[in-house]
């Protein structure tokens, strides 16, 4: 059987010494065993000397079966390997910020006028939104707002959209309002009177670090909307950046021990406020959840002060917090 090749293109050499089995194979994944140890040698053509432990009288096509056995397996292991580098580093990069411009937007209808609002949007507006390069995010009304928010939390939508960067957000809105659709739809929406009592808010954001990547739409899910607490930290830029240490430090691992779920942290571009988004089933479990974080909270801050002893005090111009429910357009609940 000197010189014959077998199916795994290896080669008996009949120079080789007693005891071993010298072979040649190209491919992606070729070692090279020296001394005891393994070599990467990329695509080049190799000889691999594997020594054996048993007489070289055995028959040598059962050497050669079993020779090819071992590589066959020495391959499935680097390409297995391989895969999870690649899933590492795939999941390294989904953690990693899109780079995208966030826009919070706050509107407040006139008393009555909410539905005409949300007629609009569900109708027109969002269509016009993805016309000229924005994306939608989430859309809701509120459920309970903050104390300064008063009766306008029950005729108050906010939602977020996402732009590629600043100079796509100002050419898209002014390709938004400069379109004689919208201005035809917006004369249209407020025959019967003016819709919104003010001008509507808005906050720019980026993605903190730690971040999630945005859920997938869900409009048509089948289970039922989450509640989505949306927290604001005006802290203030001198603040902000010790409370997005904080948290990407352990404080968000503590909100998703006690059942939240995290969904997005942001920044206000102007460092005026740290934003986040959680989501509950329903109140009563956002209240027990909330009850659980603060049981481990004390002990939390307790440590971390005790390795951050230069934090900037105070808590700047305070909290804002709203409970949001989403609305039936939105693309994701």
Not at 83 to 105: C, D, N
Not at 132 to 156: A, L
Not at 212 to 225: L, R, T
Not at 308 to 318: A, C, D, I, K
Request: a positive charge; charged letters at 30%.
């Amino acid at each position: 059987m000197a010189g014959s090749r077998c199916r795994a293109a290896f080669q008996l050499d009949s120079s080789a010494k007693p005891g071993a089995v010298q072979f040649e194979k190209r491919t992606d994944i070729e070692k090279k065993w020296i001394s005891g140890g393994v070599q990467r040698t990329g695509l080049k053509k190799v000889t691999m000397q594997v020594p054996l432990l048993w007489p070289p009288s055995l028959s040598r096509k059962f050497v050669d079966m079993l020779v090819t056995s071992i590589f066959r397996k020495l391959v499935l292991a680097a390409v297995v390997m391989a895969s999870l580098t690649h899933g590492a580093r795939a999941q390294e990069a989904e953690a990693k910020p899109s780079g995208k411009l966030y826009e919070l937007r706050f509107y407040t209808a006139n008393p009555g006028k909410l539905p005409d609002l949300h007629a609009r949007f569900r109708e027109h507006t969002l269509k016009l939104f993805e016309k000229h390069g924005m994306e939608n995010i989430i859309y809701w009304t509120v459920s309970e707002g903050t104390k300064e928010d008063g009766d306008d939390s029950k005729n108050m939508m906010i939602y977020v959209i996402a732009h590629k960067d600043a100079a796509a957000k100002d050419a898209s809105w002014a390709a938004f309002r400069a379109d004689p659709e919208w201005q035809a739809v917006a004369k249209k929406s407020e025959e019967n009177g003016k819709i919104l009592s003010k001008p509507p808010r808005a906050i720019l954001m980026t993605e903190a670090e730690f971040s999630a990547a945005d859920e997938p739409a869900n409009k048509d899910s089948d289970p039922p909307a989450r509640l989505w607490e949306l927290r604001q930290y005006n802290d203030g830029p001198e603040r902000v950046p010790s409370t997005v240490e904080r948290f990407g430090s352990g404080e968000k691992e503590l909100f998703t021990k006690h059942g939240m779920q995290t969904v997005k942290f942001w920044t206000a571009t102007d460092a005026s406020a740290f934003i986040y988004l959680l989501a509950h089933k329903d109140k009563a479990s956002a209240e027990a959840s909330w009850k659980g974080f603060f049981g481990d909270f004390k002990d939390f801050m307790e440590k971390y002060r005790a390795s951050h002893p230069n934090l900037p005090g105070g808590r700047g111009n305070g909290n804002e917090v709203r409970y949001l429910i989403p609305t039936d357009y939105s693309p994701r609940k």
